[in-house]
């Protein structure tokens, strides 16, 4: 095989013995099929930070952007929640305004059965579980664990 002698342009190197690369700050100019030097005129240049330094606090603390950018079903779900906890909470403020009787009605039922779902308040009618009932303090505790599930499993449903 005979070696082939590549000519290369000025301000430029052989590598691979085939092939030429432009010296640093020299690029290819593929009409003079030349290496040139890289020039740009001052009013071309443009610096930038990329850091934004108005003041922008509502923003930063209160993303409202991130509000309008809800999906269809994230908007179903939270519409969902806000729904079953309303309802919920009605619910339970219709069941303490109705008469506990004797003890025996289906009212002062639910409301026991409310009160048992106090998992997070006060949860020591788990321990005076034989007592007489007089008053039924732990229903907004139970209540309000109820809403408390509700609310998160909505959020993280959205």
Excluded at 8 to 18: H, I, R
Excluded at 96 to 108: A, P, Q, Y
């Amino acid at each position: 095989m005979s070696a082939v002698e590549v000519q290369c342009p000025g301000n430029s190197v052989l590598y691979n013995e085939t092939l030429c690369a432009c010296v640093p700050g020299y690029l290819f100019n593929a009409t003079t099929k030349g290496c040139t030097l890289f020039t740009v005129s001052p009013s071309e240049w443009m610096m930038n930070s990329g850091v934004d330094y108005s003041i922008t606090f509502p923003q930063t603390i209160f993303a409202f952007d991130q509000l309008k950018k809800f999906t269809q079903s994230q908007a179903v779900f939270l519409e969902g929640t806000v729904v079953l906890l309303a309802s919920w909470i009605l619910f339970c403020s219709l069941v303490r305004l109705g008469k506990l009787g004797d003890g025996r009605n289906i009212w002062f039922q639910i409301r026991r059965w409310i009160s048992r779902l106090d998992v997070c308040f006060s949860t020591k009618h788990w321990l005076e579980d034989q007592k007489v009932v007089r008053k039924r303090k732990t229903e907004l505790g139970g209540a309000f664990s109820v809403a408390s599930c509700i609310l998160f499993i909505g959020l993280l449903a959205a």
